[in-house]
């Protein structure tokens, strides 16, 4: 049963340094990981896709790796502002759950000015 | 292109009454999903169409949830009688036929009193 972890729960930086948020899986086969951001009251948007033949995908200041083999992935933004404060998700889709995301509990960013 | 759209935003209703909720998902999209967050926990999946099919309904929780796709284009999802614990936000995905990313509407948040 693939379980999904993301640590820490809660971060807050002041603008301008980077951010590092951390996503951990059980179970390695998988299709693909997505990492997403929800604002409050609102849907999740997806940031990044990386599928399972992929190391990282980088989108502007976004940047996420993915390590299979460890069951990791990392979700790294530079140079935060105070825009990037949300909460941040990630969610695995296993290869006997075609369509099925597991998703973590997430991570709340604050960016402070 | 129009997003996922979902209806209502918000539905307060008694124990024991009636809901239904309504996702419009990205025109052109085959694949449909379900999920839910209930209070402090992570979001789930309930259910997966493929067009008018249900592929994945292994996340509903009971038989009082109901989830339908007549002609493949919107769905909708009954929850009959609602009990106090079905409270929380159900959102609705759409993903392209073969489509890895889903595209997450912005929820509805149900109160059950």
């Known amino acids: 049963k693939q379980e999904v972890t993301q640590i820490p729960a809660a971060l807050s930086v002041p603008e301008g340094e980077n951010l590092v948020l951390n996503c951990s899986f059980t179970d390695s086969a998988i299709y693909n990981l997505q990492w997403f951001r929800q604002d409050p009251g609102k849907g999740l948007t997806s940031l990044l896709l990386?599928?399972?033949?992929?190391r990282e995908q980088t989108s502007g200041r976004l940047n996420a790796s993915l390590d299979k083999s460890s069951g990791r992935s990392t979700l790294y933004i530079a140079a935060s502002q105070p825009g990037d404060s949300a909460t941040y998700l990630c969610a695995v889709m296993t290869t006997d759950s075609w369509g099925k995301l597991q998703f973590g509990a997430g991570t709340q960013v604050v960016v402070t000015p | 292109e129009a997003g996922v759209t979902q209806f209502p935003s918000h539905s307060v209703i008694e124990k024991g009454q009636t809901v239904t909720l309504r996702c419009d998902p990205i025109?052109?999209?085959?694949?449909l999903y379900w999920y839910r967050r209930v209070m402090g926990k992570e979001i789930k999946f309930l259910l997966h169409?493929?067009?008018?099919?249900?592929?994945?309904e292994s996340g509903m929780p009971n038989n009082r949830f109901l989830a339908e796709r007549t002609g493949g284009t919107y769905s909708t999802l009954k929850v009959q009688p609602a009990e106090l614990e079905d409270s929380g936000v159900y959102f609705c995905?759409?993903?392209?036929?073969?489509?890895?990313?889903?595209?997450f509407g912005p929820g509805t948040r149900l109160t059950v009193l």
């Open positions: 995905a759409s993903s392209q036929a073969g489509g890895l990313g889903q595209f």
């Open positions: 990386i599928q399972s033949s992929q």
């Open positions: 169409f493929v067009k008018e099919s249900k592929q994945d």
């Open positions: 025109s052109g999209h085959d694949n």
